[in-house]
């Protein structure tokens, strides 16, 4: 069975291909009456469209969305939305030996090992292509969560990380890597053409911080608000680890360094506790603790390389595979608005769970 929805309340199903017709989303569970419209949605699927710089796939992508239903007016009805992105420059002529011969690191193989059929133009489903009806759903996503900023941007590149001293959040949307350290940014130049023109690829780790998710989100055991957010950031194509809080780093302290101390409100308020530090992330108990819930993700290099490399055929011959066409250098790069965007999701889900169980609970 293949499952291609995520969420339990505020929920959203993908669909289409790499190099089919078009692809899209549709988003139930969204209360009615929030205002939205295509402008409201656009602007995040620009920064995830590809073709924006030399260090992304040149593919030619406008990604305009069109909402085909559940709004009506401006305003949501509380119906299914319904998203449609179509592809308009697809090149599937550039795969035709990745129809022979399987590309290590994709999923060409697992794929066929599964169903005994796979749509190889581009990678069919498992191509990052999917990631822009994710996007368009979390834009969708955010109307319902007005209350939560969420930003995130790329700290890492090819083993180089950023130095949190040079931190300017001003800096992300100045440079194509949604970097925050400008030095780092001009670094970034040269490795990732580097290995645009030796035909290879880097990975990468994107950071994503959402402020003002209130204390009580999330639940105990099976819906943990970061047991979701872990599922949804590695549902991500290429994605292959996911940190809340400290991540790892929490296994190299002791117990009274990796305490978020707690001290009462200022000035008697009865807004909670004032929190002194922030190792675990904004969750304890897999529910929201008022601080700003922190999430590293890591990215793969991109498997689509010029490099050859080992493979074997579909009638399990030995081969070699050099893969054509137009691939990201470095995928985590565009990764950005897609963490941003799950995220979103998540916390829209466990916001109506949380009203669902417990209702608007008075000052």
Not at 161 to 176: M, T
Request: proline share 6%; aromatic share 8%; glycine share 12%.
């Amino acid at each position: 069975m293949s499952f291609n929805s995520f969420g339990r309340v505020f929920r959203f199903t993908t669909w289409g291909e790499s190099h089919g017709p078009a692809i899209g989303a549709v988003v139930d569970g969204c209360p009615p009456g929030l205002p939205l419209s295509e402008s409201d949605i656009q602007p995040w699927l620009d920064l995830r469209k590809p073709g924006t710089s030399k260090f992304t796939t040149q593919r030619r992508e406008a990604d305009e969305v069109r909402i085909l239903s559940g709004v009506f007016e401006g305003r949501t009805t509380g119906t299914p939305i319904s998203l449609m992105i179509e592809n308009t420059d697809q090149r599937s002529k550039d795969y035709s030996d990745v129809a022979k011969a399987y590309r290590p690191g994709h999923a060409d193989y697992a794929y066929d090992a599964k169903y005994g059929f796979r749509d190889y133009r581009g990678g069919g489903r498992s191509s990052a292509r999917e990631t822009a009806s994710r996007v368009a759903a979390g834009a969708v996503a955010r109307a319902v969560i007005p209350e939560v900023d969420i930003f995130a941007y790329v700290s890492e590149i090819g083993g180089d990380g950023i130095d949190y001293a040079n931190f300017d959040p001003a800096q992300i949307g100045q440079n194509p890597f949604f970097c925050p350290d400008a030095e780092a940014a001009k670094r970034w130049e040269k490795l990732v053409d580097d290995a645009r023109l030796d035909g290879s690829s880097l990975g990468a780790v994107v950071e994503c911080i959402a402020s003002g998710v209130p204390a009580g989100w999330g639940a105990p055991l099976y819906a943990k608000l970061d047991g979701e957010l872990a599922s949804a950031m590695m549902s991500i194509n290429a994605v292959k680890g996911v940190e809340i809080g400290d991540g790892f780093a929490a296994a190299r302290l002791r117990g009274e360094q990796n305490a978020d101390p707690m001290r009462p409100a200022l000035n008697g308020g009865s807004e909670g506790p004032v929190f002194l530090a922030n190792h675990a992330g904004g969750i304890a108990g897999g529910i929201a603790t008022g601080q700003p819930v922190k999430v590293r993700v890591a990215f793969k290099p991109t498997s689509s390389i010029l490099i050859p490399v080992e493979t074997v055929t579909r009638e399990g011959a030995a081969a070699d595979i050099i893969t054509k066409g137009r691939h990201d250098p470095c995928v985590g790069i565009r990764g950005v608005p897609v963490v941003e965007a799950m995220m979103a999701l998540v916390l829209a889900d466990q916001k109506l769970l949380h009203r669902a169980q417990c209702g608007e609970r008075p000052e």
